[in-house]
């Protein structure tokens, strides 16, 4: 250990009870980075993705509800659907 640590292990309490000038703070805040900023998610952004989480449930088990309700289930019409939807890829086979 040299003599300059010695010195300075010795009267550590004189030099803890000094404090910097306030221009020397001043000065110090202007050279330092910002802060790095945290990512905290506030409640209100929280219960937003909460609500629109439960919107698009609700919305998809809607669609899919009423478009399960409303396939065809009249066996006349299912017998036209499909006549009709063979008349018209035989169209479509000789066209091409």
């Given at each position: ?27 110090l ?9 945290t990512?905290k ?7 937003s ?47 091409s």
């Open positions: 250990m040299d003599n300059l640590e010695k010195f300075i292990q010795q009267h550590r309490k004189d030099f803890d009870n000094q404090q910097p000038a306030p221009k020397v703070w001043d000065q805040s202007t050279t330092l980075p910002n802060p790095i900023k990512n998610i506030s409640w209100a952004k929280k219960i993705v909460a609500a629109g989480l439960a919107l698009l449930v609700g919305f998809s088990y809607f669609v899919g509800h009423f478009s399960a309700r409303n396939q065809i289930t009249n066996p006349e019409v299912a017998e036209l659907s499909s006549l009709y939807e063979q008349q018209i890829e035989a169209k479509i086979k000789a066209i």
